[in-house]
């Protein structure tokens, strides 16, 4: 009886031992070999990879882009006879040069022009074709904002519209969004609709760099005059 228990005892200690000298020495030593390689016996390899998501809320990202250019956007108020014009237009530059469409300010009528601070006195300085300069006066440093790298920007690019409307001296800021519908020469087309008292008014990227002023056909839809004819006009 005491044979058999060893006998039993040692064979489960071989077992143990054989085990994990296959284990250990043996297996590794023959998945090494060629054979193993084609018939794909060695153990899969385990990947360990870390995935991080970054979610960007898009709504919070347009209203702090809203909130950032505010301040540059000019609001602009001419008298035709009985009626008025109303529209936007862009500062430029911190000592007050402001760009607007040539149509809102047409020769020979009496104009008036509303920053933050409310009316700025101004001088036109200056048309060409659909485009006028003029400088504002103010006491401070006027807002600026980076002109947006047009050859960077791509189809289904997500942009917004910002406009004052100035009527009986109060102002009304309005917002509009969408995306860059084409490329189309000399206008960019936006899927964006308003009405024509926005006529003038910035277009933004989401990240608040200026793409150009806002051009407003019969039937509401907005396009961008891209500011690289800005740049030329003003002559930066």
């Known amino acids: 009886m005491k044979k058999a228990i060893l006998q039993t005892l040692f064979c489960f200690i071989v077992g143990?031992?054989?085990?994990?000298?296959?284990?250990?020495?043996?297996?590794?030593?023959?998945?090494?070999?060629?054979l193993f390689y084609e018939y794909g016996l060695e153990k899969a390899p385990v990947y360990i990879t870390e995935t991080k998501e970054i979610k960007i809320q898009e709504n919070i990202a347009l209203q702090e882009a809203v909130?950032?250019?505010?301040?540059?956007?000019?609001?602009?108020?001419?008298?035709?006879?009985?009626?008025?014009?109303l529209g936007s237009g862009i500062i430029v530059t911190s000592d007050g040069l402001c760009v607007t469409?040539?149509?809102?300010?047409?020769?020979?009528?009496?104009?008036?022009?509303?920053?933050?601070?409310g009316r700025a006195p101004f001088q036109i300085l200056k048309?060409?074709?659909?485009?006028?300069?003029?400088?504002?006066?103010?006491?401070?440093?006027?807002?600026?904002?980076?002109?947006?790298?047009?050859?960077?920007?791509?189809?289904?690019?997500?942009?917004?519209?910002?406009?004052?409307?100035?009527?009986?001296?109060d102002v009304e800021k309005i917002v509009n969004e969408g995306i860059i519908k084409s490329?189309?020469?000399p206008l960019y087309k936006t899927n964006i609709f308003e009405k024509i008292s926005l006529q003038g008014s910035p277009i933004f990227d989401i990240e608040g760099?200026?793409?150009?002023?806002?051009?407003?056909?019969?039937?509401?839809?907005?396009?961008?005059?891209?500011?690289?004819?800005?740049?030329?006009?003003?002559?930066f």
């Open 16 to 34: 143990i031992v054989g085990g994990i000298f296959a284990d250990q020495i043996l297996w590794p030593y023959f998945i090494e070999r060629p």
């Open 127 to 169: 048309r060409k074709g659909d485009l006028a300069l003029m400088k504002l006066d103010s006491k401070e440093s006027l807002p600026t904002l980076p002109f947006a790298d047009l050859g960077k920007k791509r189809l289904g690019e997500r942009v917004f519209l910002f406009g004052k409307v100035f009527e009986n001296e």
């Open 67 to 85: 909130e950032k250019v505010e301040g540059v956007v000019v609001g602009i108020k001419t008298q035709v006879g009985k009626k008025f014009l």
């Open 209 to 235: 760099n200026f793409l150009g002023l806002a051009v407003i056909d019969s039937a509401g839809q907005v396009s961008i005059l891209p500011n690289n004819e800005i740049k030329e006009f003003v002559g």
């Open 101 to 117: 469409l040539s149509e809102l300010v047409p020769a020979g009528y009496s104009f008036s022009f509303f920053i933050e601070e």
């Open 183 to 185: 490329f189309e020469s």
